[in-house]
Structures are given as C-alpha cells and as structure tokens.
C-alpha cells in the first residue's frame, strides 16, 4: 500500500506548474489587497481576513490528498481544517481557504462546487475562488493542500505541508502547522520553518 501512495504521489506532483518561485519565509505576502469571492457571496482580501496572523491554505475540492483516498488508507488532510483554525483563532490568527483549480472550474472546482464542500465539511473559516490563479501564481503555490502562514505584519513565518503524513521517513509524527502556531502565539522560535508540501498540482490554464 505505501508503494502505491508513493507512485500516486509523484504522479500528482510531477507534472506541478507554478508560475513564480514559491515564497519564502520572511518574505511579504504579495496581492494583500486583491479581493476575491468567498463561497458566502462576499468578497475578502487578504488584508480584510488577517488578525494577529493569517494561514493560507491552497485547496481542492477533488484532490485525495484533500478529501481522502478511496481506500480509506488516508481520511484527507481537509478533516484537519477546522481544527486548525480553531487552535489558531485561540490566538486571533485567521484561517482562509483559497480554490485556484482554474483548469478544473468545470469538473468539481466551481463556486458551486466550493459552496456544497463548504457546507458538507462545515469548513469555519472562509473559502474563496482564485480567478485565473492570480493568487497561486503570486505565492508560487504548487500543491494542494499548500500552506502559507503569515505573522501580524504578514511576513512569512511557515511553509509547506499540514504534517508529515507522506515523509518517507518518518519516525514519529509531526504536525508542522500546530507546532508552528503553537510557538508563534507563544513568542518562541519556530523550529521547522519549512517542509515540501505533498499533495496534488493546482490545475492552472496553461497559456
């Protein structure tokens, strides 16, 4: 079974198509004021949506490293969502999801889409579409789910994936983005800053 997920894996990341370098860490989150259409019908920049920091996660509606596998091997990294915007609201850090599947609007990433897996994960924090991937290209995003977290003066403080879930090898598991909230909120040294994030491409237009 790991064979399979590994094979699985890098078909999905092989063919990754990004159109910057992905950010990295101390670098400013561009587009802050770039406003974007949320699943509730409302519109959000990143600046509306920060408080003492803002996680950024780039995700899917269709992908299994998001929803889960068919097998049941592996439950999806979507079922951590919640509880990772409430452990980062504990300290007034937002969490938003960002859709910039633009290739895939008409096969299960549409505002449609987006609206139905809202409402049948009871995702808390707001989902938004990324038209064209203006948002995905400016960050360098490559994966989903790919995880930007932002400090208060939205510098990049952690990248990369939620855990290590699909590290070759682990020893032991690690959750990256809960141990980088949890130092961040209180005042001490994020030990792992970044990770390669797994998952599957995001499906741009190619031009």
């Known amino acids: 079974m790991k064979s399979q997920l590994t094979i699985l894996f890098f078909i999905l990341i092989r063919f990754s198509f990004c159109q910057s370098p992905t950010l990295s860490v101390g670098q400013s989150a561009p587009l802050l004021e770039h406003r974007m259409e949320a699943s509730s019908s409302e519109y959000f920049s990143l600046m509306d949506l920060k408080g003492e920091g803002l996680i950024v996660v780039f995700t899917s509606n269709t992908c299994p490293f998001v929803v889960g596998f068919n097998d ?11 509880s990772i915007a409430e452990k980062a609201s504990q300290s007034n850090i937002n969490t938003v999801l960002i859709n ?7 096969d299960g990433e549409s505002m449609a889409d987006m609206i139905k897996r809202k409402s049948d994960k009871r995702y808390s924090m707001p989902y938004l ?12 995003a490559k994966t989903t789910p790919h995880v930007f977290f932002f400090d208060r003066n939205m510098k990049l403080i952690y990248t990369g994936s939620i855990d290590n879930s699909f590290d070759d090898d682990k020893k032991s598991e690690i959750s990256y983005l809960m141990n980088a909230i949890e130092a961040y909120s209180n005042d001490k040294k994020i030990k792992t800053k970044s990770t390669s994030p797994k998952g599957c491409s995001i499906k741009r237009v190619k031009n």
């Open 100 to 106: 910039s599947n633009e290739a895939k609007r008409g």
């Open 129 to 140: 579409i990324d038209n064209n991937s203006e948002l995905a290209n400016a960050f360098g």
């Open 72 to 82: 049941g091997s592996f439950n999806g990294w979507e079922n951590t969502y919640n």
